[in-house]
């Protein structure tokens, strides 16, 4: 390869790490529900919590929430690599939320089971520090 080559190789190459970073750079600010969430590739294990805590303030555990509206909240301890929260009721990804309020919406009536889990910044990390809590629609 002569030297413009080599140069339209490497600018491909780094184009095509960096694409898929800068998508997901964008997707970090989003403090709601995600659509298309269901398409993220399935979690492995839970990584070492490495000083990462949460802890679900609301819904109390419990809770009869009227509506499909159901407001979170929670404190957040990033520890070593947190970044934000993903969110799974009744083990479906719901949302992720980087902020401690939110709300998670078109919940269906019934009981439900809401679990936080402490994420790294590339969505792709969570980490062994959850909570769960049990609350009613209605
Ligand atoms: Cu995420």
């Given at each position: 390869?002569?030297?413009?080559?080599?140069?339209?190789?490497?600018?491909?190459?780094?184009l095509?790490?960096t694409?898929?970073?800068?998508?997901?750079?964008?997707?970090?600010?989003?403090?709601?529900?995600?659509?298309?969430?269901?398409?993220?590739?399935?979690?492995?294990?839970?990584?070492?919590?490495?000083?990462?805590?949460?802890?679900?303030?609301?819904?109390?555990?419990?809770?009869?929430?009227?509506?499909?509206?159901?407001p979170?909240?929670?404190?957040?301890?990033?520890?070593?690599?947190?970044?934000?929260?993903?969110?799974?009721?009744?083990?479906?990804?719901?949302?992720?939320?980087?902020?401690?309020?939110?709300?998670?919406?078109?919940?269906?009536?019934?009981?439900?089971?809401?679990?936080?889990?402490?994420?790294?910044?590339?969505?792709?990390?969570?980490?062994?520090?959850?909570?769960?809590?049990?609350?009613?629609?209605k």
């Open positions: 390869m002569n030297i413009l080559q080599t140069g339209a190789f490497l600018i491909t190459a780094i095509a790490i694409a898929p970073i800068a998508a997901q750079d964008r997707m970090q600010g989003m403090d709601m529900p995600m659509k298309g969430m269901e398409k993220m590739p399935a979690k492995s294990a839970l990584q070492p919590a490495e000083g990462a805590s949460v802890k679900i303030v609301s819904p109390k555990a419990g809770e009869v929430v009227k509506g499909d509206q159901v979170l909240e929670f404190k957040l301890t990033k520890g070593k690599r947190g970044a934000h929260v993903h969110a799974y009721v009744d083990g479906e990804m719901m949302g992720m939320f980087e902020s401690e309020k939110g709300t998670l919406n078109g919940i269906k009536p019934g009981q439900h089971t809401l679990e936080l889990r402490v994420t790294t910044a590339d969505h792709n990390t969570e980490l062994n520090a959850t909570d769960k809590v049990s609350f009613t629609t």
